[in-house]
């Protein structure tokens, strides 16, 4: 009798053992400010504080989880049915803390640091990122996968956007390289020079970035100093397809001394899909590359 009480007291424990999962040890993250970051578990109450970030999370499957976004996330569309937290240069501290995120996501180039003191004094964990080029998109992408427990979707959505990345590579990377003028304003006239995503974009489309070499990473420039540097393909960042953007366009029309305007080569392409470092970047990579390199697509 005796045996079979301690062999009943044995199978209990066992019982008891088997059901019970030890807590999971805080998962650590280090930041692109070299901030580590621990998390219990992923977050289920995210609020992204810029219009890429959101587009990230969207395309990771993680839009049941986006409790707030900025005024200017607009993709996808049910993004913008979100509260919103202001926009992600001027952002609301009182309204992030009353949608009580486990986590935001920030950007060192567009956030500004005092958010970042602020949050933390609330308790609220900030995570930042900051993308520079094509591939650090794809990284980034990576990286919010593990942050936010959708390793899966992260590694596929990644796989693909590699793949594309590297085909446009194959088709421009052995053809001669023409001279790009990106405008990203109209009024004064603005460029990029090597320090961003913009630039690599035209980098990895098979052209040359005029102003690459400037010193200050979006330089004002002069309508004389294009014409007088010829560049053979102008592409105009652009919000809509008319309007003021294309009378920018019929305005280069106007010098038919620049190669690219004897050729018909000037172009507006969608800022969104240029300015945002998410996974529309590599649309704009594509048809950045067709209106540098036409014959390598036909």
Not at 75 to 99: D, F, Q, R, T
């Amino acid at each position: 009798m005796g045996n079979n009480k301690v062999y009943t007291l044995a199978i209990a424990i066992i019982m008891v053992i088997s059901l019970w999962v030890p807590p999971s040890p805080c998962a650590t993250f280090k930041d692109a400010l070299g901030r580590e970051i621990y998390l219990q578990h992923p977050p289920d109450r995210i609020i992204p504080l810029a219009p890429n970030l959101t587009e990230i999370l969207y395309a990771l499957g993680l839009g049941d989880r986006v409790v707030g976004v900025t005024n200017h996330c607009n993709y996808p569309p049910e993004a913008s049915l979100k509260p919103k937290v202001g926009s992600y240069i001027n952002l609301n501290v009182e309204e992030i803390v009353s949608l009580s995120p486990d986590l935001a996501i920030g950007t060192v180039d567009g956030n500004e640091r005092i958010i970042l003191d602020l949050l933390e004094q609330a308790k609220i964990k900030v995570f930042f990122v900051n993308p520079r080029s094509v591939r650090q998109v794809i990284d980034t992408i990576l990286t919010l996968g593990r942050l936010c427990g959708a390793q899966g979707n992260a590694q596929i959505l990644a796989g693909e956007l590699t793949k594309r990345v590297d085909h446009v590579i194959e088709r421009t990377g052995s053809r001669e390289k023409p001279l790009v003028f990106l405008q990203i304003q109209i009024q004064p006239i603005m460029t990029v020079n090597k320090n961003t995503v913009h630039h690599d974009l035209i980098r990895l489309a098979g052209g040359r970035n005029m102003a690459a070499e400037e010193p200050v990473t979006y330089p004002r420039i002069s309508m004389e100093e294009v014409i007088q540097r010829k560049p053979e393909v102008i592409l105009i960042s652009s919000m809509e397809k008319g309007g003021r953007f294309e009378k920018a366009r019929q305005d280069w029309l106007k010098w038919p001394s620049i190669p690219a305007v004897q050729n018909k080569r000037v172009y507006l392409i969608d800022s969104d899909l240029i300015d945002r470092p998410s996974p529309r970047l590599i649309d704009g990579l594509e048809i950045m590359a067709r209106y540098i390199h036409p014959e390598a697509f036909d």
